[in-house]
Every structure is written in C-alpha cells, then in structure tokens.
C-alpha cells in the first residue's frame, strides 16, 4: 500500500467519522458500505467523482481530502471550493445509450450519486430533479462524445422541439444521436461521418420512437 493512498485512506476515515459513520455517509453519497470502507483502510483509491460525493456528504471540500488541512495555504472560498459547496448530487443511471447500433436495457437504477456545479447546470437550463448522467458506448457520435463518456440528459425533453442531441429508445434500442426535424421524418445522425444517417418517418417515429431527455452536456456544454 503506498503511502499517500494511506494518508487519502485516513483522511476520508476521519471525514466519514465526524459525518456519522459509514451507514451514513453511505446513503448520502452513494457509494456502498464495503467500497466505502476499503477507501477508509486506503486499500483502494477513489475516483474524481466519488471523491466529490464524500466530500459533499461529509461538508468537507475536496482538497482537504485529497491533501488535507490546508487552511494555511488554500482559500476556501476559491472558485473550486465554492462549486463543490454547491454542488448538486446527480444520479448515475445503470443505463448504456449506444451511439452507434443501440444498446439493450434494464430498467434503470441508480449507481451512485456524482456532484455538478449548480451554477453550471443553472446556466444550462435544467432543473435538478430532471438531470441524470448515463454512459455513453460506441464512437458513432465522435468526436462531440467519445466512447465511455458520461452524458447529462434532461429527462424533462421528452419531445424533439429543437434539433440537437438526444437519447432516444428505437425499436427497444437506446441510442444517442443527433436529430434533426424535418416535414415529415426525422433524422437521425452520427457526428462521425463514418455512420450514415436514418431517416426515421413521422408516422413511424409515433409508434416506435421514444425521446428519454436531451443530451445537455458531455464532458462541456453541447
């Protein structure tokens, strides 16, 4: 075990404790008793994004995790601090929405809560209680979103009123594309000219396409 995973280990021990204990932190976070606990013995090493839900279910900042107490060095009230105080916490959905073929789905759960800059998401336009991040599969929408990257959707566009770039269930299948709208089909088309486009018509589109959200961003705002 190196050392520094060992002092990350102990910080977030700490951390946990003064927040409640694992149970609790658990449940706020998101991440599960046995993950949570083998980061507080320092056997494995958080994610950026796992460390930002401890962090905000515990009421510390990132840094004083990651580094620990830097009051003498660091302003708490910098433009990184004060987004992970207001950081909204977004579900992770169990979903795959290929951008390509489609991709086969459970229904959804969620796999952890992850924070996003409530100023940003308020510049995007969408209210917390419709955002949701899924995984994007596939390099058919390269390069605006690349193989393996997480998306936020906005579940309340449940209706393509605009052309962009949405998650969409076609014949069972989830997909990510680009849509666009025209007088009586939709388009269906793959940022990477390597993937032809679908023309899907709109009396076809009524019985078998389905709009799940928008896709709002992807790693920036689209």
Request: negative net charge; proline residues 5%.
């Amino acid at each position: 075990m190196s050392k520094d995973r060992e002092d990350l280990g102990r910080r977030i021990h700490d951390a946990v404790e003064k927040a409640g204990g694992i149970p609790r932190v658990s449940r706020l976070s998101g991440v599960n008793d046995s993950t949570l606990t083998r980061y507080t013995k320092g056997i494995n090493e958080p994610s950026v994004f796992k460390l930002g839900s401890l962090a905000r279910a515990c009421g510390v900042s990132m840094e004083s995790l990651v580094f620990g107490d830097q009051s003498d060095l660091t302003d708490q009230t910098s433009p990184l601090s004060a987004d992970l105080q207001n950081a909204v916490m977004i579900p992770l959905l169990d979903v795959v929405a290929s951008a390509g073929a489609g991709a086969q789905n459970e229904p959804p759960r969620i796999l952890e809560m992850l924070p996003f800059p409530r100023t940003l998401l308020d510049q995007i336009g969408v209210r917390p209680g419709d955002a949701h991040f899924i995984k994007a599969k596939g390099d058919s929408m390269e390069t605006t979103i690349r193989d393996g990257a997480l998306v936020l959707v906005d579940s309340s566009k449940k209706r393509v009123t605009r052309d962009g770039i949405y998650v969409l269930i076609l014949d069972g299948d989830a997909r990510i594309k680009r849509v666009a709208r025209g007088f009586d089909s939709y388009r269906l088309i793959s940022d990477n000219p390597a993937y032809p486009e679908d023309v899907v018509p709109r009396a076809v589109a009524a019985e078998q396409l389905q709009i799940a959200g928008e896709v709002v961003w992807a790693g920036g705002q689209l």
